[in-house]
């Protein structure tokens, strides 16, 4: 069995969900995509596909194995590149991840505009608000936000974001601004679910000003939060690259800001111990340029947009 030729054929059945798809794409014949990936199967030991008459499925190794011939394929091509002296040119698949709502806001026009630059490059954007593991999950660099602890990857800071108080100015203009951070007790809180989702929030440089929330409303998406916060409801505690667009627009106003909490740092990762490739360089010189340049992303003190 040509091993390298059976991992490309799994890829393209994979891609393309079907055997038929798979074989117009390499020239094959159907008998010789299925032959390969059963000759590939037999030889890992485990069914990579569940098939049934009408479709074809990745089964949960399949999707392990997925990610990482994907990224083997990859890693061949730029060694491939590089001993033909190609290694500067960015070419293959990007696959970038980053939390929901910066993703769809930041990196996706980022994202198009690299493309658009660089056409031997296609782009794959997952949003998730979950940290993943970079090498087990095939990706080649990801956006995170707060402080990154010990690990072998290389990190970029690019910018840093604020934790802010808001409300709409209707709100405020019926129940008042806020002076200090015990007036939010007696205010209708919305409560976004995860990281800056408990119910006590901590404010000043030191964190050391602890306040006991009982929200109004809690709810699961940063997006539904905003939402309720520019249609008057209540006041809440988001990042300011969330509410950035709605401050400026003056749908919504920012409070307590003399007692906020220190900048979160906004960096790019990627994995370290291996040369990365011409299109993780160029995307990361790229995103680094236009993210740093982004008043919301590199806030100033009393900076309106957050």
């Known amino acids: 069995m040509d091993r390298l030729h059976a991992m490309q054929v799994f890829v393209a059945v994979a891609r393309g969900e079907g055997f038929a798809a798979a074989a117009r794409q390499m020239g094959l014949s159907p008998p010789a995509v299925t032959r ?13 596909f569940s098939r049934t008459t009408r479709n074809v499925a990745l089964t949960e190794a399949g999707h392990r194995y997925l990610a990482d011939v994907e990224r083997i394929l990859q890693e061949l091509a730029d060694a491939e590149s590089a001993a033909q002296g190609q290694h500067a040119s960015p070419r293959g698949l990007l696959t970038i991840t980053a939390p929901v709502m910066f993703g769809r806001l930041y990196i996706m026009p980022i994202l198009l505009d690299f493309l658009d630059q660089h056409p031997d490059v296609s782009g794959r954007l997952l949003l998730l608000d979950r940290v993943t593991n970079l090498l087990e999950e095939g990706m080649d660099l990801a956006l995170r936000i707060g402080h990154l602890g010990d690990s072998s990857m290389a990190a970029i800071r690019v910018g840093a974001v604020r934790s802010v ?11 008042g601004v806020p002076r200090y951070p015990a007036d939010l007790e007696r205010h209708r809180v919305i409560v976004a679910t995860g990281s800056l989702g408990s119910h006590e929030w901590r404010f000043g440089d030191d964190d050391r000003l602890t306040i006991r929330i009982q929200p109004s409303l809690t709810c699961n998406s ?21 509410v950035g667009p709605s401050v400026t627009a003056g749908r919504i106003r920012l409070v307590l800001e ?39 992303i590199n806030p100033q003190p009393g900076l309106a947009a957050g």
């Open 258 to 296: 003399e007692f906020e909490r220190n900048p979160l740092p906004v960096h790019l990762v990627h994995l370290e111990g291996r040369r990365a490739s011409a299109k993780v360089r160029a995307f990361i010189d790229f995103a680094a340029r236009r993210l740093r340049d982004d008043p919301v």
């Open 222 to 242: 940063n997006a539904a939060v905003l939402q309720a916060v520019e249609q008057g409801w209540g006041v809440s505690r988001l990042l300011s690259y969330q």
């Open 36 to 48: 390969a990936v059963a000759a590939l199967e037999d030889h890992i030991g485990t069914r990579l």
């Open 165 to 175: 108080i808001c409300a709409s100015p209707g709100y405020l203009k019926r129940h």
